[in-house]
């Protein structure tokens, strides 16, 4: 006769239905991130940026380090470079074309306007190659694209701070000699300036980068126009010396109230208007958003451009 004990031992109870592995089966799964396709242009995303906030800090190494890597001088060349083109403007327009320098030492009006241009031209100039330099990258792992021109702003700041260092060094200098110069409250705006900077450089560059996509004509018609837009900015002139009609041109630049603020904040000499300096960050407000918002939608096929 067969052995119902063991017969009945066999078979599965009600309990034993459930295995671990069947749990693990319909066991939902929790990820720390999910990757979606963004179904808005406004969808941004902006949350991912701290996320990989990491990343981006390697970025800013790697464009850092990689400047000076292998040369002589070494970090040296950031300083080297304002303080030759310095001079070239001190021979050029401050001794052969006479251009007034509102009465201050013309190497520190020239320099205040350089550091401030050099930091602007170079973010501007390096964020617009996001994706033609960085499309191997894009193709091969996901991370938010917009880290890579953040990183360029954010070690452009590094860079910044050796200049504006370099700039601090003539002004103690002549202060000590006893030029006509000082300091004003506008000088706390300082902070205010750079992120004005930082914002309309990320901005521009990263409209330009959604075109170079497509039309690689626009690479090289940035490099001229940026050398071109020096001219229309108070970088090697004064404010004061612009008269008439040309004056509300060079006041639609926005790059403009952000340079005078500058120098009569650390200077004493120049033109503050609140007017010109909030038309500057509005202006500089409405290109991120724009540029953000193009940057997003081209992110998603320039690979199939590039």
């Given at each position: 006769m067969p052995n119902n004990t063991a017969t009945q031992a066999l078979e599965p109870s009600a309990t034993d239905n459930q295995s671990p592995i069947a749990d693990n089966g319909a066991?939902?799964?929790?990820?720390?991130?999910?990757?979606?396709?963004?179904?808005?242009?406004?969808?941004?995303?902006?949350?991912?940026?701290?996320?990989?906030?990491?990343?981006?800090?390697?970025?800013?190494r790697r464009d850092?380090?990689?400047?000076?890597?292998?040369?002589?001088?070494?970090?040296?060349?950031?300083?080297?470079?304002?303080?030759?083109?310095?001079?070239?403007?001190?021979i050029v327009f401050g001794n052969i074309a006479k251009i007034s320098t509102d009465g201050l030492p013309k190497i520190l009006f020239y320099l205040s306007g350089n550091t401030l241009w050099i930091y602007f031209s170079e973010c501007l100039t390096k964020?617009?190659?996001?994706?033609?330099?960085?499309?191997?990258?894009?193709?091969?792992?996901?991370?938010?694209?917009?880290?890579?021109?953040?990183?360029?702003?954010?070690?452009?700041?590094?860079?910044?701070?050796?200049?504006?260092?370099?700039?601090?060094?003539?002004?103690?200098?002549?202060?000590?000699?006893?030029?006509?110069?000082?300091?004003?409250?506008?000088?706390?705006?300082?902070?205010?300036?750079?992120?004005?900077?930082?914002?309309?450089?990320?901005?521009?560059?990263?409209?330009?980068?959604?075109?170079?996509?497509?039309?690689?004509?626009?690479?090289?018609l940035l490099g001229f126009g940026v050398r071109l837009y020096m001219y229309a900015t108070p970088v090697i002139y004064p404010l004061s010396v612009i008269e008439g009609k040309w004056k509300w041109f060079i006041l639609v630049n926005p790059m403009t109230s952000i340079i005078e603020t500058f120098r009569y904040g650390f200077l004493g000499v120049g033109s503050?208007?609140?007017?010109?300096?909030?038309?500057?960050?509005?202006?500089?407000?409405?290109?991120?958003?724009?540029?953000?918002v193009i940057f997003n939608r081209v992110e998603k096929t320039f690979m199939d451009t590039v």
């Open positions: 066991q939902r799964e929790d990820w720390d991130l999910t990757i979606k396709p963004r179904d808005s242009l406004l969808h941004l995303h902006l949350q991912d940026l701290w996320r990989y906030r990491d990343l981006i800090g390697l970025f800013v850092f380090v990689t400047q000076f890597k292998q040369t002589i001088l070494g970090p040296a060349w950031f300083v080297i470079r304002p303080l030759l083109t310095t001079i070239m403007f001190v964020s617009s190659k996001t994706f033609t330099e960085n499309a191997q990258l894009f193709g091969k792992v996901y991370f938010p694209r917009l880290a890579v021109p953040i990183s360029v702003v954010l070690s452009g700041l590094l860079r910044f701070a050796l200049q504006f260092t370099f700039l601090m060094c003539f002004w103690v200098y002549y202060t000590i000699r006893g030029a006509d110069i000082h300091l004003t409250l506008a000088a706390f705006l300082f902070p205010l300036l750079i992120l004005m900077l930082a914002g309309l450089s990320l901005g521009l560059g990263i409209i330009f980068s959604s075109m170079t996509t497509k039309y690689r004509d626009m690479t090289f503050f208007n609140w007017l010109y300096l909030a038309y500057s960050f509005t202006f500089m407000s409405v290109v991120l958003f724009i540029g953000i």
